[in-house]
Each structure stands twice: as C-alpha cells, then as structure tokens.
C-alpha cells in the first residue's frame, strides 16, 4: 500500500525559509515532486525530480526553491527560500510509479505572511 507522508509546513514571513519532506513507502518511484494549491486556483507543478537526479521547476519558484530526493530512504524534500506572499497554498507531495500510476500526500498548509 503507497503512503507518502508529508511535513514541514507552517507559517512563515515574508523573506524566510521552509523545508517540506514528504516520505513514501509502498512503491518504487520514478518520479517525486511538489504541487501547490492556492485558494480558487488549479493544483501546479512547483517542481520535480526523476530517480536520476533530473529537475524541472515551476518558473515562479526557479532559484529560490530547490528539490532533493533520496532514494535510499523514498524521500523527497522541497527547501524554499526567499519565501513570497504568493507561495502561500496547500503543498502536496506527488509520487509517480511507472506501473501503478500518480499518488499523493494529504498536503501541507504554507503560509507566507506580507
């Protein structure tokens, strides 16, 4: 059975960091990453990475977030920084086994007050 548990949310002024860690279990992953969702918007892509290391980022976060994974352990780790009001949203870890299919955490309030 998947699980991906995910923490590190919070609340956080503007300016500051935050470190998400999502960890799964059930499955091998090809690939791990984050999405976001704000209030009246759609769920986006904030950024992901293969077994292999490849990346790709949301324009809006590109170097300022930066995505990690180990596979040894099935996590997968979203550090933030230079945190902006508009980064506030529900953050969801998203894992992708090739076979069975797309899973996802239970998400993460951020909130990045101004």
């Known amino acids: 059975q998947v699980q991906l548990v995910e923490s590190g949310g919070g609340l956080v002024q503007a300016g500051g960091s935050l470190r998400l860690s999502c960890a799964a279990s059930?499955?091998?992953?090809?690939?791990m990453g984050w999405y976001r969702q704000a209030p009246g918007k759609q769920r986006e892509l904030v950024a992901r990475?293969?077994?292999?290391?490849?990346?790709n980022y949301a324009d809006s976060v590109k170097g300022r977030f930066t995505i990690s994974r180990d596979n040894a352990k099935n996590t997968v780790d979203l550090q933030m920084n230079s945190l902006k009001p508009e980064d506030t949203a529900v953050y969801y870890c998203?894992?992708?086994?090739?076979?069975?299919?797309?899973?996802w955490g239970q998400g993460t309030q951020v909130t990045v007050s101004s």
């Open positions: 998203n894992a992708l086994d090739s076979i069975s299919g797309s899973y």
């Open positions: 990475i293969t077994r292999s290391g490849f990346t």
């Open positions: 059930g499955s091998i992953f090809s690939t």
